[in-house]
C-alpha cells in the first residue's frame, strides 16, 4: 500500500484534488481547519453542489480510499505528499490574503513525518510567494508549485483531464514523487521556476477575464450601434487565433477566482512600479457591467421603485451553487437598494442573502409572479422553459436577460419585450443564413 496523499484544504480546489487521486487509486487523507466539514464528509455529505461529486465521494469513502481527519498530526504524518488547497482571497487593497496558507503551512511545521514530505502548493498566489514558503521548510521538506486550472461546476472531471500541468520548483528531482501521482493523466507538463508557475497561473485567469470584459464592451457596443453581439462575437471567436471560449457577453465575471486574481495581479503590478492600466481597466468594466444589465431593467420599466422583479440564477456560473463574489448577488443588492422586491430562483442555490422584502422560491416558474423577470446565470434549463408559460405571469411583459440565454426570438414571440445583451433587434440578415455549412 503506498503512503496516503494529504490534502490540505477540502474547498473546490482540495475535494478536486481528493476525489481525482482517488480516482487514480491513490490512497487519500482530507484535511480542514473546519471540524463541521470534517463531520459531514466523513458521512458522506459534500461541502457543495457539483455534477457527480456525491456519488464519487460514496464511492471512495466505502472502498476505504479516502479518509478524512480533523487532525493534521493523523492525516499528514504517513505522507510523502501535501497538497495545500486553501483560499487565498483579496484583501480590501486588492493584495491576495495569505494567512490561510501560512497558517497551514505552520500547521504541516508541527507534524512529525515518517518520510521527508513534498508539500505542493496548489492555492493560487502572487508571483515570490512560493519561493518564500519554500524557504520557510527548507530544513524539514521540499515544497513545489502547481497550480491548479479546474472551473467549478466540471471541477473533478476538469481536475482528471487538464490541458496542462504546470509544476514550479527548483530542483526537479523535487517533484518526481508529484509527477508520479498524475502521470497516468497523460498530459503535458510544463517545468518552471516556482515564480514562472505562479505567474502563469494568474496571467492565465487575467486572460480569461479580460476576454469577458472585451466580449461585454463589444456587446454595449452593439446595443449602442443597433447591431448582434452574438454574431459579432461568434465572427470574432471564429478565428483560431482569437478562439470562442470566454467571449461571451453577460454581466461581468463573479466567483471566488477572476476578480480577486486580477486585483491581486494590478497590487504585484502597482508594487513594482509597473502599468496596471490594462488590469485595472478590466475591472473598471467589470464593475460597470452589472449597472448596465440594472439601466437596462429601469429603462424598461420606467420606475424601478416598488416594483417586483423576478430573478432567475444566484450562482456565479451555471453548475455550481458557489455564490461567493458572484455578480448577481450585486445586482441584486443594488435592485434591493432601489426599493425593488425580488422573487428568486436558483436550481442549486437555496439560501442566500437577499435584501428585505426578497425572497428564494423553489421553482423557476414562481420567480415570473413578477413585473418583470431578469436572468443573471446561465443555467441551460431557463432556456428549455417555453416564454408562452410564464408570459402571463409578468404583469409588465419585460425579460432582461443578463446572459444572453434565452431565444430572444421566442421571448418576443410569447408577446414580451425582451431584451439582451448585446442583442438589439437585427437589422441586416442572419449571418447564418450565409453560411450554414460551417454552422455549429
Ligand atoms: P475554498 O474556500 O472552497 O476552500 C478552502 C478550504 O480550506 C476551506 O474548507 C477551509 O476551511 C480550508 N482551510 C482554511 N485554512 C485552513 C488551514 N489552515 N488548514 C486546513 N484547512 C484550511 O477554496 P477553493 O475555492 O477550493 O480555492 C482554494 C485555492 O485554489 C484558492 O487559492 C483559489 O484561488 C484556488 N483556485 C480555486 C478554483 C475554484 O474554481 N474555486 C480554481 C483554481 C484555483
Known amino acids: 500500500m503506498s503512503a496516503p496523499v494529504c490534502i490540505i484544504g477540502t474547498g473546490y480546489v482540495g475535494m478536486a484534488c481528493s476525489l481525482g487521486l482517488a480516482e487514480l487509486g491513490w490512497p487519500v487523507h482530507g484535511y480542514d ?62 493584495s491576495a490574503d495569505l494567512s490561510a496558507l501560512r497558517a497551514a503551512i505552520d500547521q504541516l511545521a508541527t507534524v512529525a513525518f515518517a518520510n521527508w514530505p513534498t508539500i505542493v502548493v496548489r492555492s493560487t498566489v502572487p508571483p515570490g510567494t512560493s519561493d518564500k514558503l519554500a524557504a520557510l521548510v527548507e530544513q524539514w521538506a521540499d515544497l513545489i508549485y502547481a497550480p491548479e486550472f479546474l472551473r467549478e461546476g466540471s ?39 516556482r515564480c514562472n508557475a ?29 447591431a448582434t453581439s452574438d454574431d459579432v462575437l461568434r465572427g470574432i471567436g471564429y478565428d483560431q487565433r482569437i478562439g470562442s471560449e470566454f467571449l461571451r457577453p453577460g454581466i461581468g465575471f463573479g466567483g471566488p477566482c477572476f476578480e480577486k486574481d486580477v486585483k491581486s495581479i494590478t497590487h504585484v503590478a502597482d ?32 420606475s424601478l421603485a416598488g416594483a417586483t422583479v423576478g430573478i432567475w440564477g444566484l ?27 425580488m422573487v428568486v430562483f436558483d436550481p442549486a442555490v437555496r439560501v442566500a442573502p437577499l435584501p ?54 421566442r421571448v418576443a414571440a410569447a408577446g414580451l419585450t425582451y431584451r439582451g445583451v448585446g442583442r438589439a433587434p437585427r437589422r441586416v440578415p442572419q449571418t447564418t443564413a450565409l453560411t450554414p455549412a460551417v454552422e455549429v
Not at 322 to 340: K, Y
Not at 372 to 397: H, Y
Open 356 to 409: 428585505p422584502g426578497s425572497r428564494m422560491v423553489t421553482s423557476a416558474l414562481e420567480a415570473t409572479q413578477a413585473d418583470a423577470l431578469v436572468v443573471l446565470t446561465e443555467w441551460p434549463e431557463f432556456a428549455r422553459i417555453d416564454p408562452l408559460s410564464f408570459a402571463r405571469n409578468l404583469r409588465r411583459g419585460i425579460v432582461v436577460d443578463g446572459r444572453n440565454v434565452l431565444d430572444s426570438e
Open 198 to 226: 505562479e505567474l502563469i497561473k494568474s496571467c492565465s485567469n487575467a486572460f480569461l477575464a479580460l476576454k469577458i470584459s472585451f466580449a461585454n464592451e463589444v456587446a454595449n457596443m452593439c446595443d449602442t450601434l443597433g
Open 315 to 341: 450562482a456565479f456560473k451555471a453548475g455550481t451553487d458557489d455564490i461567493r463574489d458572484s455578480l448577481a448577488l450585486r445586482i441584486v443588492d443594488e435592485l434591493g437598494a432601489r426599493g425593488v422586491r
Open 155 to 193: 471541477a473533478v472531471s476538469d481536475f482528471l483531464n487538464p490541458d496542462r500541468l504546470v509544476i514550479g520548483c527548483e530542483q526537479p528531482s523535487a517533484a518526481v514523487a508529484y509527477v508520479n501521482l498524475l502521470e497516468r493523466l497523460q498530459k503535458p507538463v510544463v517545468f518552471t521556476s
Open 271 to 302: 508594487q513594482h512600479g509597473l502599468g496596471k492600466e490594462l488590469f485595472a481597466a478590466m475591472l473598471r468594466v467589470n464593475d460597470a457591467q452589472p449597472f448596465r444589465l440594472i439601466d437596462i431593467l429601469a429603462y424598461e420599466m420606467r
Open 33 to 94: 481547519i473546519s471540524p463541521e466539514r470534517i463531520d459531514r464528509l466523513r458521512r458522506g455529505i459534500p461541502p457543495y453542489r457539483e455534477p457527480g461529486i456525491e456519488e464519487s465521494l460514496r464511492k471512495h469513502i466505502d472502498e476505504g480510499r479516502i479518509h478524512f481527519f480533523d487532525d493534521i498530526h493523523a492525516a499528514a504524518s504517513g505522507a510523502r505528499i501535501v497538497i495545500v488547497a486553501v483560499g487565498t482571497p483579496a484583501r480590501d487593497d486588492g
